[in-house]
């Protein structure tokens, strides 16, 4: 039993060696801009390459809990866990990650001397949201979304030379901390009401539940009911996400992408982790909860998206839409953790292909997008057209691409979980989610074109369009070899 | 051989591909011919395969190409039977005829190789629904001839009203691709599968007729939506925006057939549900008698053809409300050939006259296009059930059968002999005003006859239309034993035998005849005046559409606004802006009630979790 | 009356109750943000509470880690603040809402 191992948290030490480097680098070297952001890249790359490490070493049976008070012969209050569930939450996170830092290539070049820090908050962010899908304990999954929310507090105001940024970052920064302190009180309670914050090991929540009948049940579910708001903020569940388009809308174009998939992937694995590990025992209270707030994500989320004006808040109505979907998967217990996967992950590629897009056409430093800025994009920039067309598709799920194949696993999730008022409900918001995407497309392709100026896609955007646009399309064809690996990552 | 039937879908696919993508650098006329030989070999390859199904030696045969979603057990697969062979046929043989005379249609076009890049993705799409051998592939198909109808409505984008006709198809198609969705869902869950062959080999046990008739009802809608039927067929008279191939092809022969052939193909199903096929009869009735009452008032010419295909498409939905399957795919046939004919000519007819469409600007035209004009009079007298050209056999077989059905059908029998009147009616009045009569062109115009690329395919449609009735008379039921491994296990209505028949025959001549002689004593000699009363209703579709903005599209919409508002909890900012900023500062000494954008978003989140916390507590059983 | 830890607790909740009325009410964004202070503060209670009630040292632990990590949060918290100050002057968040729609 090897409980201090350095593999389980290789990824973070990669991560904070990363950012100490290119810190360094700034003060080795002259104007080291382009350096840093060399290095940030490959420290993504090194933490993506670590997970893959771990999900062998899993393989050939690595022990799972690691850093606990009392190593033998259980572990007792174990601190991080390292099983397939987070060793996959690993690969999506960090590769998702370098996509969204290579769209961004463009901002940290302008953004000068202030580069190194806005790299070192995107590795920390990053490190953050791996941590919250790789800590066996309440207190270490707190600790990972205060780290990975902070640093995209300061991320979201970072042009500031922009009136719209300070006030999305304020924003989103009051109302981060107020989910986050409605989150760890509910950690509090559960402590109360379980006496442990552990997942796993000896005197976990899960034993005590599964051995003990809860003294005051009325706390459990306050407890449960608090958590679950306190992520539902994070992944922009309806009525939790009215930060949203207002976040996106301000903050740099050219990051928008990394902080909407990159949170939704943490923030569904660490709801995952909460309540498929610590509390699969009380799967009755919590998945009709959720099924309500699925609801409510899709009906809210499509409505508002379709009245909008401005893409970007668009794309964040319609992120609110999908967490619902993707909420859906929860409700069928261990049996969807194959569709939260898999849904989760290929909307993540659609969302940083989608939000490069943006980045190109309203530029990487600006906050809004409107839709006149869209207007005959065809005839502009045809190639690009056709990537977001892909894209959207994708988002409106249609079939032979990705995002048909995640609604269709989803719906089924759902529906053999005899949810069949929420797959119906799913399908209804869906169709008229339809109006949405196809609203775009239309804009791009039947519209006269909105300028005559030249749209330019640097060469790394270049490069993130087309791994999202291949992936789209190529999983929505043969979607299997990654729903296996999704079916294969369930938590311990 | 059989297991290369997926060719026929590669085919045009490939040329879709490939002249979307380098349509420009093809060019014209390269990109045309490209197209249309594609279509043409697909063509053939589909008649080779037909040819053992036709000596008898042939059976039904599943063609399983790769395994898709297995968790749902969906199967790429392909069916090929009398039914499929009977829709690929006239698919890849009408659309070959169309693309050949669009080569000549569309010349000088600047998107010329992307027309024909729509147009095979638009075969292809096709043949997929049509080739499908479960609900899910059918749904594929079933969506992207929608995608490609649209691409080809709009093709002309720059016109506002092209692009909003689009929009249009689109949208309303939607409703009915919800209930087609949501029959899909409803079948899965009877019967835990989407293919075919299982579906009605189970369906006659398996099933409740309560299930029945859910199912076949939300199929129904989504025909309703696809073939244009009573109350979602205002999206097909708008689509005439598009080149007029496009409306021969998607908006006449093929397209708008899909529902018919959808109901024909999940006949067993029908089968167990009288009373859906009840409604799907009336409405087909319906739709029949009052399309062709608009069809009277059109005065662009286009306009006119849109209503009747309407009309036509309600006589095939009787039929298949009748149980008449065979009658309905033998009309769907023969309406393909002569109504395509009649698309082609008129567009013809449109280019001689520099792209006039309004009628009373026509005229005379017999003697400058004579070549157009004859094959045109051959489509007149088929549609007008004159015998005995194709449209007589058809569409006598169709009321033959809606009579014998008997009681309630009888009425419906009768509402279709009175659109059979009035089709003859309009049509004559079409003939007349654009061929006959004096010489009414606008000014400047030389009109003279089309190029032999285009009346080619023309005189090649008039000899189909006109033998077409060969394939399926009461003497010899061609067609009836051919369709008959399609429809196994599946009870059709007959038309009646004997003496009633004839007497049946006789009586929808004579109907035609005196449908034209009314036509021909009201307009051979001169324009009569119509306007207002019933004309001006006619010519603005009953205003349906106004109505349908006020009943449904505006309260939706104000709905959405609302909703928005008030989710937002904008309503406060949407009255400070919309005030406008003269009265900002009263706005603004008022910001001590409007609440602020954070605090807000505080109070909805705090709003929510109290909500959630209390219902956890009461469905928790603690309060 | 013997005070035992659930009182505590129930005075956490009180509290918790108060600051979150306080980031309701309150239009200045900087005592938006101590109510959430004292929000997180109500947890520490609820932790030490806890924990003191189950014979268990984790409690204690978890509170000082909900310490350090709102110190963090106030660092950021305030740097965002005085940058919003200095292009506005103001820290009324009700003056900011020109993104919205």
Do not use: C
């Not at chain 1, 053999?416 to 008022?421: S, V």
């Not at chain 2, 062959?197 to 029945?212: D, Y």
């Amino acid at each position: 039993m090897n409980n201090a191992a350095l593999l389980p948290i290789a990824p973070e030490v990669i991560l904070l060696a990363g950012a100490l480097i290119v810190i360094l680098l700034l003060v080795l070297l002259d104007r080291p801009y382009r350096e840093g952001g060399i290095v940030a890249m490959a420290a993504l790359a090194a933490a993506a390459v670590a997970s893959v490490l771990q999900w062998q070493a899993l393989g050939d049976g690595a022990d799972n809990l690691y850093f606990s008070a009392q190593g033998v012969p259980v572990p007792r209050l174990p601190m991080v866990v390292m099983d397939h569930y987070s060793a996959f939450a690993g690969v999506v996170i960090f590769v998702v990650s370098m996509l969204g830092l290579a769209v961004a290539w463009r901002l940290v070049l302008t953004l000068g001397a202030r580069s190194a820090e806005f790299l070192t908050l995107v590795l920390l962010a990053v490190a953050g949201l791996h941590m919250m899908t790789a800590s066996a304990n309440m207190i270490m999954l707190f600790i990972g979304l205060e780290t990975a929310s902070i640093a995209l507090y300061v991320l979201a105001g970072f042009t500031r030379e922009r009136a719209n940024a300070d006030e999305a970052a304020v924003k989103y920064f009051l109302l981060g901390s107020l989910a986050s302190v409605v989150f760890v009180y509910g950690a509090a309670l559960l402590f109360a009401a379980t006496g442990s914050t552990a997942f796993y090991g000896a005197g976990s929540m899960r034993e005590f539940l599964a051995e003990n009948i809860v003294a005051e049940p009325a706390i459990l579910l306050l407890a449960m009911g608090l958590v679950i708001v306190g992520m539902s903020f994070k992944v922009t569940a309806a009525p939790f996400h009215q930060w949203a388009p207002d976040v996106y809308q301000g903050a740099p174009s050219g990051i928008v992408g990394l902080m909407a998939a990159g949170v939704k992937i943490a923030g569904f694995a660490a709801l995952g982790r909460i309540l498929f590990s610590a509390l699969p025992s009380q799967i009755d209270d919590w998945a009709p909860a959720l099924a309500i707030i699925a609801g409510a994500s899709m009906i809210i989320g499509t409505v508002l998206a379709a009245v909008q004006d401005d893409v970007k808040r668009i794309l964040a109505y319609s992120g609110v839409a999908h967490a619902g979907y993707i909420l859906m998967a929860f409700v069928a217990g261990n049996e969807g953790i194959g569709s939260m996967w898999f849904y989760v992950t290929t909307y993540a590629l659609t969302v940083i292909g989608v939000f490069a897009v943006v980045a190109v056409v309203s530029g990487s430093r600006s906050g809004s997008s409107p839709l006149a800025e869209w207007s005959g994009l065809s005839s502009r920039a045809p190639v690009l057209a056709w990537v977001m067309l892909i894209m959207l598709l994708a988002l409106a799920g249609i079939p032979f691409t990705t995002g048909f194949v995640a609604k269709v696993t989803v719906f089924t999730a759902a529906t053999d979980a005899g949810y069949l008022w929420l797959m119906i409900l799913a399908l209804v918001t869906t169709i008229v989610g339809l109006y949405v995407y196809f609203r775009l497309a239309a804009v791009m392709f039947l519209e006269g074109p909105a300028g005559v100026e030249e749209v330019v896609v640097p060469p790394t955007t270049a490069l993130v369009l087309a791994v999202a646009a291949v992936t789209t399309v190529l999983l929505g064809l043969l979607p299997w070899p990654l729903l296996d690996l999704a079916r294969e990552a369930l938590p311990l | 051989m059989i297991d290369y039937l997926w060719v026929l879908i590669v085919l045009p696919l490939l040329g879709a591909a490939a002249l979307i993508v380098f349509g420009k650098r093809i060019g014209d006329p390269w990109s045309g011919r490209l197209a249309s030989a594609l279509v043409g070999t697909a063509f053939l390859i589909a008649a080779g395969f037909t040819v053992p199904l036709v000596t008898g030696n042939g059976h039904p045969e599943t063609v399983e190409l790769f395994s898709w979603i297995p968790v749902l057990g969906v199967e790429v697969s392909l069916l090929w039977d009398p039914l499929a062979a009977l829709m690929t046929l006239i698919v890849t043989g009408v659309g070959f005829l169309i693309h050949v005379y669009a080569v000549g249609y569309m010349h000088g076009d600047e998107r010329f190789g992307r027309f024909f890049g729509y147009m095979n993705l638009f075969i292809a799409s096709m043949l997929t629904l049509v080739l499908a051998s479960n609900f899910v592939v059918m749904f594929v198909g079933w969506e992207l001839v929608g995608l490609s109808s649209y691409l080809l409505i709009s093709f002309w984008f720059v016109r506002p009203a092209a692009s909003a006709a689009g929009k249009k198809a689109f949208i309303v198609n939607r409703i009915g691709d919800w209930g087609f969705l949501v029959a899909l869902l409803l079948i899965f869950a009877a019967f835990g599968t989407f293919e075919f062959a299982a579906v009605f080999a189970e369906a006659p046990t398996g099933l409740t007729t309560g299930m029945a008739t859910a199912i076949t009802l939300l199929l129904f809608l989504g025909a309703v939506g696809k073939s244009a039927q009573i109350p979602l067929y205002v999206w097909l008279p708008d689509a005439m925006e598009g080149p007029t191939p496009v409306s021969a092809l998607i908006h006449a022969a093929t397209m708008v057939t899909a529902g018919i052939y959808m109901i024909a193909r999940t006949a067993v199903l029908f089968g167990l549900a009288p009373a859906t096929l009840t409604v799907v009869a009336t409405v087909g009735a319906a739709t029949a008698l009052f399309a062709a009452t608009l069809a009277m008032g059109q005065r662009d010419i286009k306009r006119v053809l849109a209503y009747s295909t309407i009309s036509q498409l309600g006589y095939m939905v009787m039929a298949v409300g009748v149980t008449a399957f065979t009658a309905g795919m033998f009309h769907l046939m023969t309406h393909a050939f002569f109504k395509a004919l009649l698309f082609l000519g008129a567009g013809a007819v449109i280019h001689a006259v520099a792209g006039e469409q309004d009628m009373s600007r026509m005229g005379g035209l017999r003697k400058v296009m004579p070549i157009t004009f004859w094959t045109m009079v051959v489509a007149w007298l088929a549609i007008a059930g004159v015998a005995p050209l194709s449209g007589f056999w058809s569409k006598d077989e169709i009321l033959a059968a809606a009579f014998a059905h008997g009681g309630y059908f009888v009425f419906l029998w009768a509402i279709g002999v009175v659109a059979a009147l009035l089709t003859a009616f309009y049509m004559t009045r079409l003939m007349i005003l654009t061929f006959g009569g004096e010489e009414r062109w606008p000014d400047g115009v030389e009109a003279s006859e089309a190029p032999p690329i285009l009346t080619v395919p023309l005189v090649i449609l008039a000899v189909l239309s006109a033998t077409a009735g060969i394939f399926n008379t009461p003497f010899r039921l061609g067609l009836e034993h051919f369709l008959e491994p399609s429809f196994e296990g599946v009870t059709q209505q007959l038309p009646p035998a004997g003496a009633t028949v004839v007497a049946l025959a006789a009586l929808a001549l004579v109907v035609a005849l005196v449908g034209i002689f009314w036509g021909w004593a009201r307009y051979s000699r001169r324009l009569p005046v119509e306007e207002g009363g019933f004309w001006g209703a006619a010519v603005e579709g009953y205003r349906v559409d106004d109505w349908y903005g006020r009943l449904v599209v505006a309260p939706g919409k104000a709905m959405a606004t609302w909703a928005a508002e008030i989710l937002d909890g904008r309503i406060i900012d949407g009255v400070v802006n919309g005030v406008g900023g003269g009265v900002k500062s009263f706005g603004n000494s008022l910001s001590g009630t409007q609440s602020g954008l954070v605090r807000w978003y505080g109070a909805v989140m705090a709003a929510g979790t109290l909500g959630l916390l209390l219902w956890l507590l009461l469905s928790g059983g603690l309060f | 009356m013997i005070v035992t830890p659930g009182w505590y607790m129930a005075l956490a909740a009180v509290l918790f109750s108060i600051g979150g009325a306080g980031v309701l009410v309150r239009r200045n964004a900087l005592v938006m943000f101590m109510s959430i202070e004292l929000m997180l503060n109500s947890v520490n209670l609820t932790f030490v509470a806890a924990g003191t009630g189950l014979g268990l040292i984790e409690g204690q632990v978890a509170a000082l880690f909900v310490i350090v990590v709102a110190a963090a949060e106030v660092t950021i918290g305030l740097a965002i603040l005085v940058a919003v100050f200095r292009g506005r002057a103001t820290a009324n968040v009700d003056e900011l809402s020109s993104l919205g729609g």
